[in-house]
T-cell receptor
C-alpha cells in the first residue's frame, strides 16, 4: 500500500526566510509521482509542484523546489523567500502507476505560518 | 487552464434534505473525477472515483446509497448526499484529471461547506 507521512503538524517561519516542509513516502510501485498542494483557509487546493520518480533533476517552480531523495523516499518542499501569503496548509501526495492508478494518497498536512 | 468549478460553495439545510453538489471541468474534458471529504484540521479523504459513463468506484467504508455519484458527461460529475444528517456536515471537494500520464496533477474545485442542522 502507498503511504505519505508528513511529520510536522505546524511550522512557524519568519517572513523572507526559506522553509522546508518534510514528506516521506512508501510504495512498492517502481513508477510514481509526487505532488505538493497548498490549501489556504478558504479551502481550495492549489497545485504547486510535481516530481516524477524517474526524473533526474529536482523539480522547481518559481519559489518552490522539491528536494527529492529517492533512496530515502523523501520529497521535501522548499519555499524560498517566504511571504505572508504562503501561510496555509500544505499537503504532500503520491500517485502510483500501478497500485490505485490515478488516485492520490495524501499526507496529514503541515500548517505553515509566516510571521511578519 | 485546467479550471474546475464546484457549486455550491456553501450549503446550510435541515436534516433529511438531499443535497446535490456539482463539479465541472471548464476548459478540459475529464474522464475521471474524484470526490473527497475533509474534516476540520484533517487531510483529504477520498470518497469515490467517478468515471464518465460508468459507475463510480467507492472507497471502503463509504456508503454508495448515501453518497450518489453521477458522471454523465466529460465535464460534469455530481455528488448527492441523500437524506443528509448532522454527521454528514463536512467540507466536500472534487477534483478532475485533465489527461493521462503519471505527471498530470488533479485539479481541484473550491469545495463545498455542507452544514446540516
Amino acid at each position: 500500500a502507498q503511504k505519505i507521512t508528513q511529520t510536522q503538524p505546524g511550522m512557524f517561519v519568519q517572513e523572507k526566510e526559506a522553509v522546508t516542509l518534510d514528506c516521506t513516502y512508501d510504495t512498492s510501485d517502481p513508477s510514481y509521482g509526487l505532488f505538493w498542494y497548498k490549501q489556504p483557509s478558504s479551502g481550495e487546493m492549489i497545485f504547486l509542484i510535481y516530481q516524477g520518480s524517474y526524473d533526474q533533476q529536482n523539480a522547481t517552480e518559481g519559489r518552490y523546489s522539491l528536494n527529492f531523495q529517492k533512496a530515502r523516499k523523501s520529497a521535501n518542499l522548499v519555499i524560498s523567500a517566504s511571504q505572508l501569503g504562503d501561510s496555509a496548509m500544505y499537503f504532500c501526495a503520491m500517485r502510483g502507476a500501478i497500485q490505485g492508478a490515478q488516485k492520490l494518497v495524501f499526507g496529514q498536512g503541515t500548517r505553515l505560518t509566516i510571521n511578519p | 487552464g485546467a479550471v474546475v468549478s464546484q457549486h455550491p460553495s456553501r450549503v446550510i439545510c435541515k436534516s433529511g434534505t438531499s443535497v446535490k453538489i456539482e463539479c465541472r471541468s471548464l476548459d478540459f474534458q475529464a474522464t475521471t473525477m474524484f470526490w473527497y471529504r475533509q474534516f476540520p484540521k484533517q487531510s483529504l479523504m477520498l470518497m469515490a472515483t467517478s468515471n464518465e459513463g460508468s459507475k463510480a468506484t467507492y472507497e471502503q467504508g463509504v456508503e454508495k446509497d448515501k453518497f450518489l455519484i453521477n458522471h454523465a458527461s466529460l465535464t460534469l460529475s455530481t455528488l448527492t448526499v441523500t437524506s443528509a444528517h448532522p454527521e454528514d456536515s463536512s467540507f466536500y471537494i472534487c477534483s478532475a484529471l485533465a489527461g493521462g500520464g503519471n505527471n498530470q496533477p488533479q485539479h481541484f474545485g473550491d469545495g463545498t461547506r455542507l452544514s446540516i442542522l
